[in-house]
């Protein structure tokens, strides 16, 4: 199933985007990064992405 796929789920960040801005720092990686995502992501694009935003997450700035 593709992204673009008329039957896939979609999921919004927008939660995930407010908790980033309450909680980490400007310019932490991990919130520049999720900052720059729609707000709304088809699951597939979403969980290709939790793999990053995990690594960014537990990296030491």
Do not use: C, Q, Y
Not at 9 to 14: D, T
Not at 32 to 53: F, G, H, Q
């Amino acid at each position: 199933m593709t992204s673009d796929a008329p039957h896939a789920k979609f999921v919004s960040i927008r939660p995930l985007k407010d908790l980033v801005l309450a909680r980490f720092p400007e310019g932490h990686p991990l919130r520049e990064v999720i900052l720059a995502e729609r707000d709304t992501l088809s699951s597939n694009e979403l969980v290709a992405k939790v793999e990053t935003w995990v690594f960014l997450f537990n990296r030491r700035s």
